[in-house]
């Protein structure tokens, strides 16, 4: 996730956080792991969008894995100079 998210988007800062363990026995946790996901993400990329073009963005970058892999994922992306 983060070689593609960094590909993608080149960012400035990126923190990827597994909350996967925090979800067992719950929807979406099926035992393999890395299921739910926090994501803080500061980019230029992003600089002039809205939030949902910025997780668009994210979500083009990840591809197939937010189908497969991913069940779910807090977004948190920025542009810089932005809180």
Same mark, same amino acid.
């Given at each position: 996730m983060i070689r593609r998210l960094t590909e993608a988007l080149v960012p400035i800062d =990126? !923190? =990827? @956080? !597994? !909350?996967?363990?925090? *979800? +067992? &026995? @719950? %929807?979406? @946790? !099926? &035992? +393999? &792991?890395?299921? *739910?996901?926090?994501?803080?993400?500061?980019?230029?990329?992003? %600089?002039?969008?809205? #939030?949902?073009? #910025?997780? +668009?963005?994210?979500?083009a970058a990840l591809g197939e894995l937010m189908v497969e892999r991913v069940h779910a994922l807090s977004i948190k992306a920025t542009a810089p100079g932005e809180k």
């Open positions: =990126l !923190d =990827l @956080h !597994d !909350d996967s363990e925090l *979800h +067992r &026995g @719950h %929807a979406g @946790h !099926d &035992g +393999r &792991g890395e299921s *739910h996901f926090s994501l803080r993400l500061t980019s230029a990329a992003f %600089a002039g969008k809205s #939030r949902v073009e #910025r997780q +668009r963005m994210v979500y």
